[in-house]
Structure formats: C-alpha cells, structure tokens
C-alpha cells in the first residue's frame, strides 16, 4: 500500500457499492467495479456519475471487470443478499488473497456465510446508514444528506480495520470502527425489520405505518428488541419507535421501493433472519412471524 493508496474491488456497483466507488476513486484509490458484463462495459467506458447533495454532483473513473483477477487490500461486497452467492463466484479466495472482505448487505447471517468461505480474520462486516439509488448502470443518485458507516469485525486485526476507515472518512462517510460485531450488526436490524416489514406488508410509507399500523409497529419494535437483546445488541424499542416518529411521513424502506418494482425482496435475510434467530433463543415473535409468512405469500 504506497502513500496510503488502495486498491479496492467493489462486488456490485449499485446503489451502496456505486457512490462508494466513485468516493474513493475520487479520493485517489485504486477502484475495480466486479459486475456483469453490460454494467462493467459501461463503467469502464463512462465511470460512475454520481448525484449527491452531500458530496456534489461528479463523474468518477474507475476500473471494471466481471471476475476479480489479482489481489486487493480489500473487496467491498454490495449486493443484495439476494444475489450474493452468485456475485460470490467472481471474488475467487485464491485471487483475493489476505484482503479485507467488507459486507455492507443489510441483516446478520452473511458474515457467517461468508466466514465458510473466505479466513474469517478477512471478512469485516460493515453496517451503512444511507439513502442511495442505482437508476441506471453507473448512475447513482445519493438521496440522504449523509452516509455513515460502523465498521466491525470481531476476529480482524483492529490496523486493518483502522486503516480501511481512515480511507472511508476520507473519500467522504463518517466511518468509525465498532468493537462488537453482534451488537452493531444487531442496531441496524432492530431499526430495520420493523419499518421494512410492515412498510412493504401494507404498501404504506413509514406516516401511515405509524399511525394507521401503530400498535403492530411496537408490538413488533420490542418483539426485535427482545431477540437484540438476547445477541448483546440495543434493546430500547421506545427509543426506536421515537426516532421513527422523527422521519419525514413519506419514508419507505428499501424493501417495500423492491415490492413495488416487482424486484425480489430481502425478506429471508432480514425477517427470515429475525425468526431464526428467535428460534435459537427461545423468544416468540407472533408478530414478525405473521408479516414475514404474509409477505412471502
Ligand atoms: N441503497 C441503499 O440506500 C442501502 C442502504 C443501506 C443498506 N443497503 C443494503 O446494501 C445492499 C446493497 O443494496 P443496494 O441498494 O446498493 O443494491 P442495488 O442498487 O440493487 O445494487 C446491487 C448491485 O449488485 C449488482 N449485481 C447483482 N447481481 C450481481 C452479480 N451476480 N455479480 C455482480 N454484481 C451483481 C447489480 O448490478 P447491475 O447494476 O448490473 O444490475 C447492482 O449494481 C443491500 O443488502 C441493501 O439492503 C442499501
């Protein structure tokens, strides 16, 4: 690594992975975008254009290929969890060598799943809060005025973990690095799974799931608090159902904006994930339980 610079792999340039890239290469690093053929022809011909009230309007280069081909300090992996097996198959554990493998999916399975294929010293999981839209290959709009992300991995080194942080906070998302994996992969799901679930399950923006839905919503809240609870991970769901009060009536959840674009849906790795894990503690969730069998139906 010369002068601070790395090489990063990013595993599907979407949304998360699109505005990450083009951040970093914007901040001087090496960027290769792993996609399908079309997209990796496109973002090697055009780079990634983004469009973000936080960090301007821009057109970054970067580098694309559709297989990982040499080794990179680290691998972002920003698929959904949908589609992670098959974007897997282009991060070879040969070629990656000792990099970092860095997760940013939504729920709390993947870095297990992960950890059966690749060292678990190399997979860092990361947990980010942001509002971005893949419109068309290598087109990103950035639609929240922030980007944060908590880095975590319990058995990585802490330099490495540093290292890669320092370059995040750098290219632009307030980036600190997090000392339980479980806990914090937790705080995202108990603040997820509930808006994700009754949003979509009702078609509703977040205005309407709390007023028309509201006692749902907390039965829900503290049924997720109480399986966080039971992983060592936030267990307020007042606190919850407070912030929630605090966004604007029109919010949706990533989920319901898939439901509504006839995408496939998230819903084994977030409310499947939740009732597995309620099932290994022994905790009802009648609730999640109920949303999650309406929705796969
Ligand atoms: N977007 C957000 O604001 C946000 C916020 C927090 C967390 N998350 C989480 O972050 C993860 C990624 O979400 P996202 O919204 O960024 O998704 P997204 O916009 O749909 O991006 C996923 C990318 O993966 C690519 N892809 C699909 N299959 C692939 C394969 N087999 N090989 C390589 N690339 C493949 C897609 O390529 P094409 O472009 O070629 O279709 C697309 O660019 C999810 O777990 C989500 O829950 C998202």
Known sequence: MANNELTVAILGPGGVGGLLAALLSRAGHRVICLAG??????????????????????????????????????????????????ALTRVPAKTLGDGLLVPFLNGVEHPTH??????????????????????????????????????????????????????????????????????????????????????????????????????????????????????????????ALARYDTFPPQTKSSMQRDAEAGRPLELDAIGGALLRAAQRQGIAVPVAARLVRELAA
């Not at 580098?63 to 698929?79: G, Q, S």
């Open 37 to 86: 053929e079309e997209t990796a022809d496109t973002l090697r011909t055009n780079g990634i254009r983004i469009h973000s009230a936080r960090y301007g309007d821009f057109t970054a280069p970067v580098e694309a290929d559709t297989e990982l081909r040499e080794p990179v300090d680290a691998c972002l992996i920003t698929v959904k969890a949908t589609t992670l097996d098959a």
């Open 114 to 239: 992960l950890r059966a294929h690749y060292a678990p010293t190399q997979v860092a999981p990361a947990i980010i809060r942001v509002e971005s839209t893949r419109v068309a290959p290598g087109e990103i709009e950035h639609g929240s005025p922030f980007a944060e992300i908590d880095l975590t991995g319990d058995p990585v080194p802490r330099e490495r973990l540093d290292a890669l942080a320092t370059a995040l906070n750098a290219a632009g998302p307030k980036t600190q690095v997090l000392p339980d994996e479980t806990a914090a992969l937790w705080a995202k799901m108990t603040f997820l799974a509930p808006l994700a679930l009754l949003t979509t399950r009702y078609g509703l923006p977040l205005g309407d799931v709390r007023t028309r839905h509201r006692e749902e919503l907390t039965a829900l809240l503290e049924e997720t608090a109480a399986v966080s609870r039971s992983y060592g991970g936030p267990s307020d769901a007042a606190g």
